[in-house]
């Protein structure tokens, strides 16, 4: 949990690779976690910002996959239309093609100078 109320998974360098939100923008508070309800959550992987952003991708389904059962989740989209394999797979072929995009035209995602033009 960070000092901006929403939950990040750090790559070892220590940058973000996508972060946890209450959709509403809620922020989350250690001393409220417990008594806290919440009626939808956000995963958000800002694709420049990332090495290897399909990867990113990929890890961040994975927890939203293992962590959706135990909450009582359904996984949607930003229309609240309910995630299936196949939506899920486009969207992961999206994210894949912003990625090769970026690298033709000489933007590394994740680096130095990709952080500068979408700072």
Do not use: N, W
Request: net charge negative.
């Amino acid at each position: 949990l960070q000092a901006d109320g929403t939950f990040h998974q750090f790559a070892p360098d220590g940058a973000t690779l996508y972060t946890l939100s209450v959709t509403d923008g809620t922020p989350f508070q250690h001393h409220t976690l417990e008594k806290m309800q919440v009626t939808s959550l956000t995963l958000l992987l800002d694709i420049p910002r990332v090495h290897e952003p399909a990867k990113c991708f990929d890890d961040m389904i994975l927890l939203a996959l293992d962590i959706a059962p135990a909450l009582r989740l359904t996984l949607v989209d930003d229309q609240r239309v309910i995630l299936s394999q196949g939506a899920i797979s486009h969207i992961r072929d999206s994210v894949e093609a912003v990625e090769q995009r970026m690298l033709a035209g000489g933007l590394v995602p994740g680096s130095a100078q990709t952080l500068r033009l979408f700072s």
